[in-house]
């Protein structure tokens, strides 16, 4: 059984810098592409940022010059650095990974959620 342990959320003033962390733990041959979603109360879920095993990234505009997603193979974990923070970014924060747990197929698993709030 895989799973995805997150870390890191809180709450910070409008300006300030938040650092989530997702371990993933359990039976792992191979992680593909980890990355980070959010969604707010009344929102769709939405990406924020993903990044490949050989470190290529993607970021959702709203976060462009403000997120930084990194991923340490060694430790099958990803982070992302928030810096510039504004109450839009408030939501419930959530880390997933495409895990090979078998040597058959690719997986998806979830991280239970952290919470981030942005106050003004």
């Known amino acids: 059984q895989v799973q995805l342990v997150e870390s890191g959320g809180g709450l910070v003033q409008a300006g300030g810098s938040l650092r989530l962390s997702c371990a993933a733990s359990?039976?792992?041959?191979?992680?593909?592409?980890m990355g980070w979603y959010r969604q707010a109360p009344g929102k769709q879920r939405e990406l924020v940022a993903s990044i490949t095993p050989g470190g290529s990234t993607h970021y959702a505009d709203s976060v462009k010059g403000r997120f930084t997603i990194s991923r340490d193979n060694t430790k099958n974990t990803v982070y992302l650095q928030m810096n510039s923070l504004k109450p839009e970014d408030t939501a419930v924060y959530c880390c997933?990974?495409?895990?090979?747990?078998?040597?058959?197929?690719?997986?998806?698993?979830w991280g239970q959620g952290t919470q981030v709030t942005v106050s003004s």
């Open positions: 359990g039976t792992i041959f191979s992680i593909n592409a």
């Open positions: 997933h990974a495409s895990v090979l747990p078998n040597k058959i197929a690719f997986e998806d698993y």
